[in-house]
């Protein structure tokens, strides 16, 4: 686990905290404390960048909870900012994010990094940037002609080509939120821009005139949707994928505590759940993923992994009729279980059976048709 450390700016009424490292069992107390002590009078707001922190628990949850009903009480205001990753899913899991504030728009003021990169906050905060960016009045304007155009005409497409183009780095920015959890960076910009192009035909300017606070969470409900929904192999209930992500941010924790890997059975009183549950959450966990039958083993790349998969053996299958048959020839005639023996056992011709039988080979055709005719029928009724 990292150390954790808290760069702390005051701007105004509100005090800036930049986290780094990881909140934990033993680091966060050192945020709380920081955190209450910034609580000096009434009206202020804390605004927390964890956009640095690599890992959050449950203890940590906990404690920003406690700080928040505290700053309540004292007439202040915490919010986290910055919020992604494994972080974000913590957060989401336990159901604080709303009330912690990590969905509330960003605001390039309360980033107590001088260098801090706004890739589109310029765009955002009415700026125009290098690149040509339209204001955000300019936005709304545009969203205002396009609500009175008729929708596919030349003049409404071109317009709302516009408004994509100039809120397309909003969608790369959000999108980037969602980097390292397996799924390629283009993949998950395409997506975000499937959630700009319904955010931008869904918004109506007579409900309100902030773009930008209809289109955030309408992209990321977009990014976390393909996540919930398509990067699976296979279909896992969902609720086997939200308990799998309770199962992973607790193991890290546990582990600190044990000095071991944590068993089923301390992951499921730790989380207050059946240890079936987490038996399927794990089992869950391994379909996320799949991996290819035609995947080379060994060192020898013309074996794959279908190679190696077992199929069923006729053999097998004919078992259990080879050990009915016996008992039905013994209650044929004697001379019938000889014919029987010489042509499937011995693979003797028809004409040589007649001659060790001493039969015409007609008649021996009529023997063994009769004989098979009578298994037949002891083989289907029993």
């Known amino acids: 686990m990292g150390e954790l450390r808290i760069q702390t700016r005051r701007n105004g009424s509100t005090d800036h905290f930049l986290v780094r490292g990881t909140l934990d069992l033993a680091s966060t107390p050192q945020l709380r404390a920081v955190l209450l002590d910034a609580m000096t009078g009434p009206g202020r707001e ?3 960048d964890v956009s640095d922190v690599s890992f959050l628990d449950c203890t940590a949850v906990g404690a920003l909870m406690q700080v928040r009903n505290r700053a309540q009480e004292r007439e202040c205001r915490l919010r986290i900012a910055g919020a992604t990753g494994i972080v974000l899913e913590v957060l989401e899991i336990a159901g604080v994010a709303k009330s912690l504030g990590v969905y509330a728009d960003p605001d390039i003021d309360s980033d107590p990094r001088p260098d801090a990169p706004h890739e589109w906050l310029g765009a955002y905060t009415g700026s125009v940037n290098p690149g040509g960016v ?3 009045e ?4 545009m969203l205002d002609t396009m609500s009175e155009l008729t929708p596919g005409g030349p003049e409404h497409t071109r317009i709302r080509n516009r408004v994509i183009t100039a809120c397309s780095p909003l969608a790369t920015s959000l999108a980037r939120r969602f980097r390292n959890r397996g799924e390629q960076f283009d993949d998950l910009n395409q997506v975000a821009m499937i959630g700009l192009l319904k955010a931008v035909d869904g918004f109506n300017p007579q409900r309100g005139r902030d773009f930008f606070a209809y289109a955030t969470p309408t992209i990321l409900g977009e990014l976390r949707r393909h996540f919930r929904d398509r990067t ?15 199962v992973n941010s607790v193991q890290a924790e546990l582990t600190q505590q044990l000095g071991r890997a944590p068993t089923v059975a301390e992951l499921s009183e730790h989380l207050g759940v059946p240890t079936t549950d ?3 959450a ?3 966990a391994q379909a996320y993923q799949s991996t290819s039958l035609f995947m080379p083993v060994g060192g020898d790349e013309s074996i794959t992994i279908a190679d ?22 013994a209650r044929l005639p004697e001379r019938e279980q000889q014919i029987l023996t010489m042509r499937f056992y011995g693979n003797m011709t028809q004409s040589q059976i007649a001659e060790q039988v001493g039969v015409s080979q007609m008649h021996v055709s009529r023997l063994l048709k009769g004989a098979l005719e009578q298994l037949r029928r002891e083989f289907v009724h029993g």
């Open 46 to 48: 804390l605004v927390v």
């Open 134 to 136: 339209p204001s955000a």
């Open 138 to 141: 300019l936005i709304v304007s």
């Open 232 to 246: 699976w192999s296979m279909t896992v209930p969902r609720r086997h994928k939200d308990m799998r992500l309770l």
């Open 278 to 280: 987490v038996l399927d």
């Open 282 to 284: 794990i089992e869950a």
């Open 308 to 329: 190696l998969v077992g199929t069923t053996d006729p053999d097998m299958d004919a078992a259990e009729d080879r050990i009915a048959l016996g008992p039905m020839i």
